[in-house]
């Protein structure tokens, strides 16, 4: 798991109630250390604030849609989800969303269900591609 905020109280919340159920958290400050870190970490799942420094969310996820290698991964965006982050979200290949603030439960929720739909494969073989959805903070 890749929790990805610039924050820091916010990524210690994301990465102690997920933690708390059992996943293994590596974080990142911005978009830029998680580009970084996704190739040796190789996470089932990224978590994505939008409004970052140096590389935003939106930009991250594209990034990650546009290489082979990170193409397929499950990416949640956690943030205010505006009508803007939504939409753009959705156009940038994001597979859910959780608005801030939101209930730790909520967060592994999302998460698990994220883990399992990375975990079934297609007929072509590639993990089924969830349709975006928004849960409510």
């Given at each position: 798991?890749?929790?990805?905020?610039?924050?820091?109280?916010?990524?210690?919340?994301?990465?102690?109630?997920?933690?708390l159920?059992?996943?293994?958290?590596?974080?990142?400050?911005?978009?830029?250390?998680?580009?970084?870190?996704?190739?040796?970490?190789?996470p089932?799942?990224?978590t994505?604030?939008?409004?970052?420094?140096?590389?935003?969310?939106?930009?991250?996820?594209?990034?990650?849609?546009?290489?082979?290698?990170?193409?397929?991964?499950?990416?949640a965006?956690?943030?205010?989800?505006?009508?803007?982050?939504?939409?753009?979200?959705?156009?940038?290949?994001?597979?859910?969303?959780?608005?801030?603030?939101?209930?730790?439960?909520?967060?592994?929720r999302?998460?698990?269900?994220?883990?399992?739909?990375k975990?079934?494969?297609?007929?072509?073989?590639?993990?089924?591609?969830?349709?975006?959805?928004?849960?409510?903070?």
């Amino acid at each position: 798991m890749l929790v990805v905020d610039d924050n820091k109280v916010i990524r210690h919340l994301i990465r102690v109630n997920l933690e708390l159920e059992g996943f293994e958290v590596v974080t990142a400050a911005d978009g830029v250390e998680c580009l970084d870190l996704v190739h040796r970490v190789h996470p089932d799942v990224i978590t994505l604030d939008v409004v970052m420094p140096r590389l935003d969310g939106l930009q991250t996820a594209t990034s990650l849609r546009s290489d082979p290698r990170t193409r397929h991964l499950p990416v949640a965006i956690i943030s205010a989800c505006t009508p803007y982050e939504v939409d753009n979200g959705v156009a940038a290949g994001i597979d859910a969303f959780l608005a801030k603030p939101f209930e730790p439960t909520e967060l592994v929720r999302l998460v698990r269900q994220l883990m399992e739909r990375k975990d079934q494969p297609s007929l072509d073989g590639r993990r089924i591609a969830g349709t975006a959805e928004r849960a409510a903070g």
